[in-house]
């Protein structure tokens, strides 16, 4: 592996970086908030480190290998956070560095984790900030230098591959770049939709359309209200436009582009991961809306409404709580903490182990316990009318391990740190699985600042390697992906 080849790469990214800054430095500056410095600062370190790495390292012939892209992966996601952490540090709005890099982490990750005790006071191009990074990170930051700077080769389809969720990514066209460029495309029409419905339709303000749009469609969480969502609790047209859009955004966005190109709903319909995840929401929200009145807690239809925005709230890993459903009777808070894991479709923006890699492991112990009464039968696991290749259900199965081994490792950590048993597999579970609101003292009305710095670097940990599915960050902690040539 060159890491040259990387660090050259990475400055490139960086720049590209800094350029994003400038969206809430030009806020700041229209709005006279006084908070442009902490911008500038940023921007100039991403910058000039950048353009050093850029410039000083000798270009070196050949394509990214799969190593150097899973390395240059990685550090663009650390070094993005770790440079975005400044303006929260610079304002003051979180002076403790490990605060603002745990914000800034939950951000990029779409996690909507936060460390905030009270929002809403901070200058406005920092509430921004905090908005654009999960609105950024939703989509990849990779993705846009891939769409931006089709110099990689080959090299970029390793990028992709290892910052895209799931297991099988459908291409949408034989160039890479192209891919990108389509996937940003699709991207920012849905944003620019919701933008248009909750302006027009909700007779929201600007700010608190794009706010709300930022956290939405790439199932974040973040808002710039203390009461988060459910300061809309009241207004179904709001709550409903956001529950389409946190679905849509929980679905590959390939099918989009294959049901546009083909002129077929069909293309959507037929998939069956696609119609395993409506499956989940639609028996989730059955079962947790029945609890739920059984409990006397909402007459059946505030129950359904609930019910419904909360499901799609949790399993496409967005985070927003239209109420306080750590106060749900035991069923409903237990369905919740499971589709906490399951999350999303592949390809989409949600977090979570995704629905399709449920439906191969599903499929795949099926297989197993008929092999185990008929030896010699031979069944291929399918999805849909298509047999999988043994490699990628054997690829499945190894994730879930690490799934599962993370998912106890991190609880065990956090145990040791003083969480009790719920809070501490709760906090696991929405950190890894790109959440945010869990249960007990990390509910939807809590927030995560009382766990001690060790406890928040752990999670910050895990909302990446969660992000990024695990073997992009795990694999470089391997000794022999430094040393193997």
Known sequence: MSVRTVLKYLGLVLVMFGALLLFPLGWSLATRDGAAVCFLVPL??????????????????????????????????????????????????????VDAFFETMSGFTTTGATVLTSIGGQPQSILLW??????????????????????????????????????????????????????WLLYLGFTAAEIALLMFGGALPFFDSLCITFATMPTGGFLHLQESIGAYVDRPFITTVVTFFMLAAGTNFALYYHSLRQKKARAILDNPEFRFFIAIVATATLLISVDIVRAGIFPAARALQHAAFQVASIQTATGF????????????????????????CAGSTAGGFKVVRLLVVIKYAARHVMTAFNPRLVAPVKLGHNALPESVAQAVAGTTCIYILALFGGFLVMSGLGLEGISALSAVATTMGNVGPGLGTVGPNQNYAFIPDAGKLVLTGLMLIGRLEFVTVLALLQPMFWRWR
């Open 44 to 97: 100039a370190v991403a910058c000039g480190t950048g353009f050093i790495l850029w410039r000083l390292i000798p270009r070196e012939n050949g394509h990214l290998s799969r190593r150097e892209g899973l390395s240059l992966v990685t550090c663009t996601w650390l070094s993005a956070s770790l440079i975005g952490a400044l303006p929260y540090t610079i304002s003051g709005v979180l002076p403790h560095y």
């Open 130 to 183: 905090r908005q654009f990074t999960q609105w950024i990170g939703g989509m990849g930051i990779i993705t846009i230098f891939v769409a931006l700077f089709p110099m990689l080769g080959i090299g970029a389809a390793r990028l992709l591959d290892a910052e895209t969720t799931g297991p099988q990514k459908e291409k949408l066209q034989t160039r890479i770049t192209h891919t990108a460029r389509i996937l």
């Open 321 to 344: 709580a239209t109420t306080d459903f750590d106060q749900w009777p035991a069923l409903s808070r237990g369905i919740l903490l499971a589709l906490m894991l399951i999350g999303g």
